[in-house]
């Protein structure tokens, strides 16, 4: 059985995959249209066309390996100075360049004149290129704000789940209690394991995060904790005391490794899966995206810690970079999990969504051939063109991406690169969730 929902939480996250892939090109699809240009082809995964419909003038399909998709618009690439497609020379870079140009124009029809990419203005090319990892924002916020305001995320309540016994601080590798350590104030002033704190000091508790910046702020105070307890509300009086302990994320959560001396009250709170607010939901929507920003930006930093992990007898990160393979085992695993069937769900659907995020902020890097890439040349062109405007100088034309070809095939080539390390990795070493 476990086996089973292993494969079917596979399939399941390729179903997902495939999805985000189409919607991505949806994107660039319906805005080329929108802008007259024309698209032969419009396309799910790579190699071999497992199926495909041709409607009005566009083949729509499905190809054997869904790594990615591709539309393909007619004229992405302008004719070389001499207004011809090619120009062939024996450098190798200059073939590369000419090759991209006639590949550009190699279905060019009677009538597409006014209809190619590069004829339209920057700011249309712009939308067109931004509108696919756009689509894959709106997904990633559309199902993480869902699941966040449905399905809810475990969260860290008001409840008692356990008291301590004594005071014993953050940095001591111990448990148990010693014959010279003080009672923990919570103990001494009768607190139990199921009260619901719901006043401080009068001030009623709206959340776990506020109710332990309470407790911190106030050591050596003595305190009025209104709590819940078997339907009736009971007054405690507890001394808060200053003890060493560890430094909080300011979200209820806790920093690893680091300590700060504050007010300490000595239980630990229950924890459940409740749904957010919708502001509270954006708030972590926006923790989602702070931290895919700074794992892209630390990626390069990641790679010699995979390779050890995959090639030497290293460990495999956590927040080591995953593939496709590597995030299909994930959701293998998350169906695999002794949890209720609506948390393997919203574990799921974050995943999926993780994706969509990543997918986004990777095609924004302003390198071809990512979409990034070909935004940054538009917006180039526009720049150049207003200040030659401005200058009253001769407008220079459209922007030759074509130049920039030898530099995408180095970057294309990193890329292939680490995917295959990645896949290796994943394969090899993976990361595991359980």
């Known amino acids: 059985m476990t086996t089973l929902m292993f494969i079917l939480g596979i399939v399941v996250f390729v179903i997902g995959l495939g999805f985000s892939i189409a919607w991505h090109e949806l994107g660039h699809l319906s805005t080329a249209k929108l802008f007259g240009i024309r698209v032969p082809q419009y396309m799910v995964g790579f190699g071999p066309t497992l199926w495909s419909r041709k409607k009005g003038e566009t083949e729509y399909g499905i190809k054997a390996i869904p790594l990615g998709g591709y539309i393909r618009m007619i004229g992405m690439i302008p004719p070389g100075e001499d207004g011809r497609l090619e120009a062939r020379s024996t450098s190798p870079w200059r073939v590369m360049i000419e090759d991209a140009r006639a590949a550009s124009f190699e279905e060019l029809q009677p009538g597409d004149e006014k209809r190619l990419f590069y004829t339209r203005k920057p700011w249309k090319r712009v939308i067109v290129m931004f509108a696919g990892p756009f689509m894959n924002l709106v997904l990633a916020v559309v199902i993480f704000l869902g699941v966040m305001m449905t399905f809810g995320e475990r969260t860290q309540t008001t409840t008692v789940s356990k008291i301590s016994d004594c005071v014993i601080s953050a940095t001591e590798n111990r448990s148990k209690c010693k014959d010279s350590d003080k009672e923990a104030p919570a103990k001494a002033a009768g607190l139990e394991p199921g009260d619901k704190i719901v006043a401080f000091d009068g001030t009623p508790v709206e959340d776990w995060s506020s109710l332990q910046a309470d407790i911190r702020d106030n050591p050596g105070k003595q305190v009025t904790l209104t709590v819940e307890r078997k339907g009736q509300q009971v007054d405690l009086t ?54 895919g920003v700074e794992s892209l930006l630390s990626l390069p930093a990641k790679v010699p810690a995979l390779w050890d992990a995959t090639f030497g007898d290293g460990e495999r990160e956590a927040d080591s970079p995953m593939g496709v393979v590597g995030a299909a085992r994930v959701g293998g695993e998350i169906f695999t999990m002794d949890i209720p069937a609506t948390q393997q769900l919203a574990s799921f659907l974050i995943l999926l969504a993780g994706f969509n995020l990543s997918l986004f902020l990777f095609n924004m890097l302003p390198l071809l051939p990512l979409d990034g890439g070909h ?55 993976p990361v595991r969730i359980s």
């Open 238 to 291: 507890p001394t808060l005391i200053k003890n060493q302990v560890s430094q909080t994320d300011g979200q209820g959560g806790y920093v690893e490794g680091k300590y700060v001396y504050a007010g300490w009250l000595g239980f630990t709170p229950a924890s459940d899966v409740l749904p957010l607010s919708f502001g509270e939901s954006v708030n972590r929507m926006g923790d989602m995206m702070e931290n």
């Open 375 to 429: 935004i940054a040349g538009a917006l180039w062109e526009s720049l150049r063109r207003n200040a030659a405007k401005v200058l009253r100088r001769p407008d220079p034309g459209p922007f030759d991406v074509a130049k920039l070809m030898p530099v995408a095939y180095v970057v294309a080539g990193i890329f292939v690169c680490f995917t295959l390390l990645v896949l290796i990795a994943d394969l090899v070493n």
